[in-house]
């Protein structure tokens, strides 16, 4: 499992790499509709396979922990692959009641030479999650109502 997790994450690190936009000519008019752009298209589902490639992480990491992962982003220039950063996916499982009520509250060590793996994340409680954890995807409505 955990090797074909490694796998899918430098697929998905090769996918990031290789995402250049197209030096093509164009002619006639041109309409942007960003929405149904190929790229933008192609950068959205990589996103979202890096999201859904944290979850099955979390899914089998120990409560309370840091799990990582890292990968190459690669990318072909002059005939040959060149690496051009890091794809780092770090995950933290936590309880669901101390969410809830605490919300997450962690902080990298800066003492660290190494790159943290994760940056200062500070979020308060979230309430009850709701169905598929809607109530938790809503978008911030305390500005509106203040």
Not at 49 to 76: Q, R, W
Request: aromatic letters at 4%; hydrophobic letters at 40%; glycine letters at 8%.
């Amino acid at each position: 499992e955990a090797q074909a997790m490694r796998d899918l994450l430098q697929v998905e690190a090769r996918l990031l790499g290789a995402m250049q936009p197209a030096q093509l000519p164009r002619h006639g008019t041109i309409e942007v509709n960003v929405s149904l752009n190929v790229q933008a298209r192609l950068s959205a589902t990589v996103i979202r396979g890096v999201g859904e490639l944290s979850d099955a992480l979390a899914a089998f990491a120990e409560v309370d922990t840091v799990e990582t992962m890292a990968s190459p982003v690669i990318t072909f220039r002059d005939g040959k692959d060149v690496t051009i950063g890091e794809l780092k996916l770090a995950t933290m499982t936590r309880v669901l009641n101390a969410v809830k009520a605490l919300g997450v509250h962690i902080e990298p060590d800066y003492q660290d030479t190494t790159r943290w793996a994760y940056p200062q994340v500070d979020i308060e409680g979230l309430g009850e999650p709701g169905f598929l954890g809607q109530n938790w995807a809503d978008k911030d409505t305390k500005e509106e109502t203040a």
